[in-house]
Nanobody, 119 residues
Framework: QVQLVESGGGLVQPGGSLRLSCTAS????????MGWYRQAPGKQRELVAR????????DAADSVKGRFTMSRDNAKNMVYLQMNSLEPEDTAVYYC????????????WGQGTEVIVSS
C-alpha cells in the first residue's frame, strides 16, 4: 500500500523558515516524480515545486523561486521542502505528491501538513 507522510509544518513568523519532509512507502521511489503542492483557504491547489525522477534538486514555482528549495534522498525514500523568507501568503496546507514516471495515472497524495505564517 502506497503511503506518503508529510511532517514539519507549523506556525512561523514572517521571514522565518521551515523544512517540510515527506516519507514514501510502498513505492519504487526512484521511478516517481515527486512534488509539493499547497492549498490555501478558498483557493485551488497549486504546484510549489517538483523533482523528476533521476534528479536530486527540483524546480520551484515562480511564486516561491529563490525562497523554497526542494530536494530528494532516494536512499531514504524522502523529499524535502526547505522554505525560507516565509510570507503570510505562504500559509496553506502543503501536500506531497508522487507521480509514476511512465504511468501518470499512478499518482498518490499525502494527507497534508499545515503551514501558518503569522506574527
Amino acid at each position: 500500500q502506497v503511503q506518503l507522510v508529510e511532517s514539519g509544518g507549523g506556525l512561523v513568523q514572517p521571514g522565518g523558515s521551515l523544512r517540510l519532509s515527506c516519507t514514501a512507502s510502498g513505492v519504487n521511489f526512484d521511478t516517481y516524480h515527486m512534488g509539493w503542492y499547497r492549498q490555501a483557504p478558498g483557493k485551488q491547489r497549486e504546484l510549489v515545486a517538483r523533482i523528476i525522477s533521476g534528479r536530486r534538486v527540483g524546480d520551484a514555482a515562480d511564486s516561491v523561486k529563490g525562497r523554497f528549495t526542494m530536494s530528494r534522498d532516494n536512499a531514504k525514500n524522502m523529499v524535502y521542502l526547505q522554505m525560507n523568507s516565509l510570507e503570510p501568503e505562504d500559509t496553506a496546507v502543503y501536500y506531497c505528491n508522487a507521480e509514476h514516471n511512465l504511468f501518470a495515472s499512478a499518482t498518490f497524495w499525502g494527507q497534508g501538513t499545515e503551514v501558518i505564517v503569522s506574527s
